[in-house]
């Protein structure tokens, strides 16, 4: 596959976007918490990996690795151009709020909520601990497929992991703290429930050994 892709044979490439897209959408989709920027960085991820396609190496494993590395760079351009646009938007005076009555909506507000509680936490760590935290935790890679993606050692992969892992846990308690704070009707977690950040910070990294 590696050797059809550099020499720009476009089933190859076919082949790829269909056996990766997905995993690529949902990478982008827990850095970034936001559907259609996801869904953006799919398409800019894959238009890069056939731009790019010569520079890969002809010898090697799953190319998922090169692949959610051009995503977590490009999640990453996302965000900062995020903030640039809020903090435009900051200047402005603020629209009068438009009430959305689409029928679609009431089923995916349960999904958003706790994707934005997640994307909270996660976006109080600092960048480096967010990355490896999802490709190791949630997109699957185990740390030196992790190390490939992001382009440094297998050591910084596993202490950058073990920090994100214990600030998140931290953060996600927090986080659900300011929630039980704002609200009266949702019940509370049972004894001994993790939230959202917290049990999946606890979630073993492939390749970690006990």
Request: net charge positive; glycine share 8%; with cysteine.
């Amino acid at each position: 596959m590696r050797r059809r892709l550099r020499a720009g044979e476009r089933a190859a490439f076919a082949e790829l976007y269909d056996r990766w897209a997905r995993p690529v959408y949902q990478h982008a989709l827990w850095l970034t918490g936001d559907w259609s920027t996801a869904e953006d960085i799919m398409s800019e991820t894959f238009l890069a990996a056939w731009r790019g396609r010569e520079r890969l190496d002809a010898e090697g494993g799953s190319l998922r690795p090169w692949l959610l590395g051009i995503a977590t760079h490009r999640a990453e351009n996302a965000r900062r151009g995020v903030r640039r646009r809020i903090a435009f938007l900051a200047r402005r005076r603020e629209p009068e709020a438009v009430a959305d009555f689409a029928p679609e909506v009431a089923a995916r507000v349960d999904d958003a909520r706790r994707l934005e509680a997640v994307q909270e936490s996660l976006g109080r760590l600092r960048r480096h601990e967010r990355e490896v935290l999802v490709l190791c935790v949630w997109s699957g890679l185990d740390y030196q497929q992790a190390a490939e993606a992001l382009g440094v050692p297998v050591g910084t992969v596993r202490s950058r992991l073990s920090r994100a892992r214990a600030r998140l846990a931290r953060l996600a308690d927090e986080a659900q703290r300011r929630q039980a704070a704002r609200t009266t009707v949702e019940p509370r977690t049972g004894r001994g429930e993790m939230t959202d950040g917290a049990a999946l910070a606890a979630l073993p990294a492939r390749g970690e050994t006990a």
